[in-house]
T-cell receptor
Framework: EDQVTQSPEALRLQEGESSSLNCSYT??????LFWYRQDPGKGPEFLFT???AGEEKEKERLKATLTKKESFLHITAPKPEDSATYLC???????????FGSGTQLTVLP | ETGVTQSPTHLIKTRGQQVTLRCSSQ?????VSWYQQALGQGPQFIFQ???????GRGNFPPRFSGLQFPNYSSELNVNALELDDSALYLC?????????????FGSGTRLTVV
């Protein structure tokens, strides 16, 4: 059974204080690992897809990396508008569905 | 692109009733998935439709059913509502390039069962 565990559950940062969110996964053949951002009362917003170990992708202050068992979402010099819940999900080669973790709730204080 | 639109945004139902939630996908997005998201949890896969046929199902009972229509709209039906069905229901669609660009989610329908 595919599993995704995210840590920490919640993270409070001061504006400009860089940090990383962790996503540990087990999957029977990885098709893709996804990062989403979710604001309160909204649906998840797609950020990145990673396919293989060693891959990195960047978007503004966010950088996602992938190993064979983990993915990290690095946030550099965050701003209050980066406050949201960040979700990690995997899709197995043989699966239709995405399997999500419970998310990390990020709060960036001004 | 117009995105994924879900209706209604909020809904309150009584235990034992039936509910229909609706989703309108982007033109050309012939795959639609439905997810249930409980408070503080990640979305859980309910089922997926491709070209109007169900082609994948998660661990949900048969009282959760769906339909997909040729005009890229779809429905999620839930019979015999239970209190635990209270959640945010999300519709996600993808097109020909499918999963590689990430599924596009709607804003969801918040269902409360009392």
């Amino acid at each position: 059974e595919d599993q995704v565990t995210q840590s920490p559950e919640a993270l409070r940062l001061q504006e400009g204080e860089s940090s990383s969110l962790n996503c540990s996964y087990t999957v029977s053949g990885l098709r893709g690992l996804f990062w989403y951002r979710q604001d309160p009362g909204k649906g998840p917003e797609f950020l990145f897809t990673l396919y293989s170990a060693g891959e990195e992708k960047e978007k503004e202050r966010l950088k996602a990396t992938l190993t064979k068992k983990e993915s990290f979402l690095h946030i550099t010099a965050p701003k209050p508008e980066d406050s949201a819940t960040y979700l990690c999900a995997v899709q197995a080669v043989s699966a239709r569905q995405l399997t999500f973790g419970s998310g990390t709730q990020l709060t960036v204080l001004p | 692109e117009t995105g994924v639109t879900q209706s209604p945004t909020h809904l309150i139902k009584t235990r034992g009733q039936q509910v229909t939630l609706r989703c309108s996908s982007q033109s050309g997005h012939n795959t639609v998935s439905w997810y249930q998201q409980a408070l503080g949890q990640g979305p859980q896969f309910i089922f997926q439709y491709y070209r109007e046929e169900e082609n994948g199902r998660g661990n949900f009972p048969p009282r959760f059913s769906g339909l997909q229509f040729p005009n890229y709209s779809s429905e999620l039906n839930v019979n015999a509502l239970e209190l635990d069905d209270s959640a945010l229901y999300l519709c996600a669609s993808s097109g020909a390039r499918g999963w590689s660009n990430g599924y596009t989610f709607g804003s969801g329908t918040r269902l409360t069962v009392v």
